[in-house]
């Protein structure tokens, strides 16, 4: 029984995903952890598993954390909209993401595109 459990847990752990940098670009594919609007017009997506912020450097990023991706509501209001939507869906149907991430906003990647996977 204990070998099972600790098969199951290896199982659950190899499925989270882990956003990965390529020169110019970082792109995750997995889940919507969380998802957060605040007061300042800052939509982040939280991801399955954060990556190291150092990571970022890879495509030319300065992170302060790499938990989260951003979306700034005010830079483009159309793409805030149906990013939010998208991800807010994909949470609630436990479907996984894609995204690609160019820049930095606050310390975080800046979302610009997104997928929902099948």
């Not at 302060?64 to 998208?86: Q, R």
Request: proline share 3%.
């Amino acid at each position: 029984m204990k070998k099972l459990m600790m098969l199951m847990l290896a199982s659950f752990t190899a499925l989270a995903s882990v956003p990965v940098c390529y020169d110019g670009y970082c792109q995750y594919h997995g889940k919507v952890s969380r998802i957060y609007v605040n007061s300042v017009n800052l939509i982040l997506l939280y991801f399955d598993t954060a990556m190291d912020p150092g990571e970022g450097s890879t495509a030319s990023m300065s992170l302060t954390t790499g938990a989260a991706a951003a979306v700034k509501m005010s830079d483009n209001p159309e793409f805030a909209k149906l990013f939010y939507s998208t991800a807010l869906a994909a949470q609630a149907c436990q479907r996984n993401v894609q995204i690609q991430m160019r820049g930095t906003i606050s310390g975080y990647m800046k979302i610009d595109r997104i997928w929902l996977s099948e």
